[in-house]
């Protein structure tokens, strides 16, 4: 691998609320992989507190060490608010009353039919400096800050997630596209039912690993990605990108599902609208999981009509018509009733192809016979009158059991429809 | 506020699959949130890559800053995996075959129906001295580790998130409870429908303001949480938390809908628990996410039977005999349609509170009357035969309008159920 030198970049989170653990850092991972994206590799991502020292001792080490930084929250209008006036102290800058950017909060305020405060005129003040420019925050009340100093650029936005988004979108994304270059390449590779060792053992024992390339294993909800990747010249770099996937395809071919997939929903979504095909679901175990990530994916409705989450033992027999028998001899966890399940579905909609999931997601209702994590899945196509069902057993708490069981049961769907549809 | 000191703690994320953005860090939020419980203060997160000498600097670094430190990463089977190298290496450790510990990965290998590749027995290596105790993983092939160096503790354990957690429980929360006091108090006000702003401005103009206490103000998808935390000596401390609380609940009252819940769905399932009523769903916009936050809570199904999503307009029609003309006249994104949807879950189940919502989730779909983000809900007690209904209008992302218009509902209902159930 060659040693080209890329655009870097850190990301600081100010806030107690990630601290403390009761917020999810997914502005960062949302910062990281558009960068990625871009080719800027992003080598550090911290979380301080809401503190003065702290965030200039950061920042200083960060401009120290890399090109571009991105800095979240901090930018509401309360008291525990620091990011601006910290900043504006460490470089020198006066705050300065911007009547535009009080009328934009003043409209903001008046769509949702709110008033502003008086605290709100705060957010108003914006550094007096041609060195820093305003970014519009269409979603919310503070404005972003781009800061460039010391041919350093620092991005500073707010921490509620959509605002962020909405800079990085319509502010950020396109002056780094216009201003660094792209130079990073890379590809995944996803795979299922095989261990990251395995793989590891039967890649690293082909004479040419790592094949010029980076390679790392991703484990992942599904299963694991094999993700390979080089830095430099375009055409240099992406043909020795590409060259490696065809050997690694060859390797282990029968446990890959796909190639650059964002997620399992992503891809199920645009085989089904390739196919002209319209889902529906049952969940049982998944209570709602598996559907809502259907749906999640902008332009679904073309593919997925309804679906049921039949939770209780009545609610199979009331609304998918499975047979109380069934149900008290084999239990609602079994091949059995998910097999009735789809049968249900085929006649309750008319959706060209049909899923079903029950199983034991925990903590308790678990047995020796059928422990927690025990799950049956399938899924049948209208115009081929067959059940393609499978018992899984997944380890985890109640929330990993519910994410891999429909990731898996997306997965399996994925497999068959690439492999037998034209 | 007083200034005793606290054991507070650094947690470093090893691992190129959260810098590249395409893993959300939500090991940094469990176990700063399990620390917080437990009266530990979180001061800084830090993801790095797989490299010996970041690894090495944040390490000393924090060594440096604070009293306990979690590393999480690089402990897999493969070479991109270099913790426990690094550390051994940078503490002068040498590692040592531990049988017992290769009798573990041979075990959860076997009950995976899989056999353990050479590669593993890299696994069964341990630092070899006293000050470093191996943590049981339940769940995983890799042990944790905990080194207590120069008094300080550094819990390193894997990356896979339900391996983390079960290290967490079953050996590391144990611990910690043992031997570092417990020190910090908080609660949390949840409160709705008013801006942060206003809120800190009722609340700073009181005399007493912050009453003796640390408030910190959250922005959440449901509105802001109320922090108000204390360190110090228990009686004295929880004394003043709890009379700020009474403070703050006097002046806001009517924003307020909960008090110290984790979550909507947390708080909603537990009421329902205790009027013993049953539940039922039927989503169109947040398709499926609703249902899934409810069956996330363990227990769930105590309360929750079934549920439909309704994605299209045909479903509403054919699951729950909304009427077509009612469909065509106000469209699917009305208060009309909503009603009806009511109705239709009231005939279909025997569900002692039912709920619906349906909206425009975007990107496309919205209007000049009914842009992206209009959603209407709402909900109906079997026994009132009254049906409450609400027009919202969200902003942000598909998803996080989900979101929103799923915790905004089960809101409504927390909120209702509060007032009127004795």
Redo the contacts between chains.
Sequence with gaps: MNNTKINTSHIINIG???????????N?????????ELGI?????????DDES?IITELDNSMKQTDIIFITGGL?????DLTKNVLCRHFGLKLKFRPEVWDHITAIFAK?N?V?????REQALFPDSENVLPLQNS??TAPGMHFIIDAKHIFVMP????EM?SLMKEEIVPYIKENFSDNLYYRDINTTDI????L??IL?KHPEFPFDCA?????QGFGV?V?VKNFGKALERNKKVDSALIIIGSLVNDKIFTYDMKSPQHELVSLLKKLHFRLSAA?SC???????N???I????EV?????????N??KF??LNVNPQTLSLNGAVSEETVSEMLDGLMAETKADIVCAVSGI????GGSVSKPVGTVFAGFSLREEKKKHLRKF?F??????I?EKASNKLMIEMIKYLKKEMP
Tied chains: 1, 2.
């Design positions: 107690d609320e990630i601290l403390s653990g009761h917020t999810i850092n997914t960062s991972s949302y910062i990281a992989s558009t960068l990625y590799l992003t080598k550090k991502i911290i979380a301080i507190a702290e509401g209008p309360t008291n525990d949702r709110m502003p405060d008086e605290i709100n979603a919310g921490g509620v997630p959509n988004r261990s990251e060792s395995s590891y053992s690293s390679i790392a294993f991703l484990p990605t993700r969940e998944t209570g709602g999981l598996f559907m809502n259907i749906t999640n902008p332009g679904s409705s997925f009509s309804e679906g049921f989450v039949t939770y209780s009545d609610s009331s609304i997601a925990g903590p308790d057993f380890t985890g708490d109640r929330i990993s519910k």
